[in-house]
């Protein structure tokens, strides 16, 4: 029995590689070009031919153009959205701690867990956070972050000293105050 497998697999395995069919030969010789060459075509230099080629300078880097007065969002509006309940999270946190608002970066980063996002957003201007900050009489219309640019209809994200996060138009953000007073 063993040996009717094994001659009925090899059967198939060798008739499974010989029906493939094979690339057809061609027995003559490539044809060769024969006659003069055309005369409209331009004869190369050597000598330019093996001069090495200048290559053209990088491109420099181009901001993307401002529309309408604001610019492109450098960050999609959820990330910011993100990086600014991080920051709610650790303003509380903060607070509770020290009962008041941070001075400077390097003191908040530890709360937020030196997020770098968050860190390149600060140094760059894309998020500003208003330092040294007091307590405001109203805290719904006062600012404690905000996206440093609004993006192209005009709007931002805003972290209010209440603890809201809102995106707002640039009329509402115009009448709103800083947490500094």
Not at 55 to 63: A, L, N, R
Not at 151 to 170: F, H, P, Q, W, Y
């Amino acid at each position: 029995m063993r040996i009717v497998l094994l001659a009925l697999s090899f059967a198939i395995a060798f008739t499974a590689a010989g029906c493939r069919p094979t690339a057809p030969k061609n027995p003559e010789a490539p044809p060769v070009a024969q006659g003069e060459p055309k005369q409209g075509e331009p004869k190369k230099d050597t000598a330019k031919a093996d001069a090495p080629q200048q290559e053209p300078p990088p491109e420099t880097f181009k901001k993307p153009q401002i529309r309408g007065g604001s610019v492109v969002r450098r960050v999609n509006e959820a990330d910011v959205m993100q990086m600014m309940n991080q920051l709610k999270v650790a303003v509380t946190s903060f607070q509770l701690e020290r009962n008041r608002y941070p001075n400077t970066r390097d003191e908040f980063e530890g709360y937020y867990e030196k997020n770098a996002k968050i860190n390149e957003s600060l140094k760059d201007g894309d998020l500003v956070f208003v330092w040294k900050a007091r307590k405001a009489e109203d805290p719904s219309k006062a600012l404690l972050a905000y996206e440093g640019q609004p993006d192209t209809l005009g709007r931002r994200v805003i972290l209010l000293a209440n603890g809201d996060i809102k995106t707002v138009e640039s009329d509402e953000f115009k009448g709103l105050e800083k947490a500094t007073k």
